[in-house]
């Protein structure tokens, strides 16, 4: 192994894998929408009374009201086919679709029926348990090769996108759908959340001296994922490359992150060195940023830390909400379309920063060859992922 400036040389690096499709639904519309309005500094999130039964709350519906887990798995599966010029089916392609919360709004609908006409109101066919959206994905494209569903809380997306991108590297795959899809309004998830004491009042601040909390958003981001050497075949374009991922746990506490952040260091160090990069190299990060008191000043320590030449810095949890296991999935679409167009997306909501960190304040034209998107979740999940530019190829 020797060092350079930007780069960390290892002996065997690992296969590239290259993203030719994103399917991405948020609050701001679909992955078009979402990034024009974004960089407009534009806001999903709006109050709304979404259930009868609870007061109303800042929000990032896709809709007027809740949009249900499977529809928005097929919806963005469709956006991300259609965007890399794919048609199923797609018999030798991995499957790997994670969310942190699955179907749970579909359960919490079929127990109130139960409970108002009984057992026989249950709904017949229903599909709920953890992995039925990257079924759903699967039978949709008519993939007949692994289907995997991961589940890591809000880090579940950047833990899916690294799955897929192990299938490729180690040769079982040249393709595979991956991401993450999250349908978090429901009436337990809105009173859980509300008990612990994270929801926000009135709005997403993300670093801001006066943040309040998150907003809980709907969202999903799903990718296509090949080989350059299939993108190449089939003359397709390329967003950007996958470089390398961090995946680790503080093993501390449910829901606090370990005061100390070492696990999350190593996280973002393993996804440097499995990048072979150096600090220097990167030019943004997408950080978690989920405009909580203790998330937002703990990355802020592991971002000072670890990069203290500066690097420029954006959360987008104020214009989508904060979309839980597909945060990170959302997060890294965002990267790539920085990538992709060299320019960086605002941190939309924040007014006064607490930290002394490079935030883009308003959408930024610059120079972007790698980036990175971090996400971190309850149990002490940390990740990291690095994206870089596809300049290198003419697909």
């Not at 961090?246 to 501390?252: M, R, V």
């Amino acid at each position: 192994m020797s060092l350079s400036r930007n780069k960390i040389e290892v002996d065997k690096p690992l296969g590239e894998v290259v993203v030719t499709g994103i399917g991405l639904v948020s609050s701001l519309g679909t992955l078009k929408e979402s990034w024009q309005r974004l960089l407009a500094g534009e806001s999903g999130i709006r109050r709304d009374r979404a259930f009868l039964e609870l007061p109303s709350h800042p929000l990032g519906l896709i809709g007027q009201t809740p949009i249900s887990f499977l529809p928005l798995t097929e919806w963005a599966v469709e956006e991300a086919l259609q965007d890399a010029g794919l048609t199923p089916p797609l018999q030798d392609c991995g499957v790997v679709i994670g969310s942190s919360r699955g179907a749970q709004g579909t359960w919490e609908a079929a127990r109130l029926q139960v409970r108002q006409h009984g057992m026989g109101a249950f709904p017949q066919g229903i599909v709920g348990f953890p992995p039925s959206s990257a079924i759903a994905a699967a039978r949709k494209i008519g993939a007949t090769g692994a289907v995997l569903a991961p589940m890591a809380a809000c880090a579940t997306g950047i833990w899916s996108i690294a799955r897929a991108v192990e299938l490729l590297q180690t040769g079982q795959y040249q393709r595979a759908i991956a991401g993450a899809v999250e349908a978090p309004i429901t009436p337990l998830t809105l009173a859980g959340f509300a008990k612990m004491g994270a929801l926000a009042k009135t709005g997403c601040y993300p670093f801001d001296r006066q943040r309040e909390g998150l907003v809980l958003g709907e969202g999903a981001a799903i990718f296509v994922l090949e080989t350059p050497e299939l993108a190449r075949q089939r003359g397709a374009k390329a967003y950007g490359k996958i470089l390398g991922f961090g995946l680790t746990a503080d093993g501390h506490h449910v829901s606090a992150p370990d005061p100390n952040g070492k696990s999350a260091i190593a996280a973002v160090r393993q996804c440097l060195e499995r990048s072979n990069l150096n600090p220097s190299a990167i030019d943004y990060i997408h950080a978690h940023g989920t405009s909580t008191i203790l998330n937002d000043r703990n990355e802020a320590e592991l971002i000072q830390s670890l990069f203290p030449h500066g690097v420029a810095i954006s959360s987008t949890k104020g214009a989508t909400g904060h979309t839980l296991g597909a945060s990170g999935a959302l997060g890294a679409a965002f990267c790539l379309m920085a990538l992709h167009q060299q320019v960086l997306p605002p941190c939309v909501g924040l007014k006064n920063p607490e930290f002394d960190l490079d935030f883009v304040r308003n959408a930024r034209l610059t120079r972007v060859q790698h980036a990175l998107c971090l996400s971190f979740g309850f149990g002490g999940q940390n990740t990291a992922i690095a994206l870089s530019q596809a300049e290198l190829y003419s697909y």
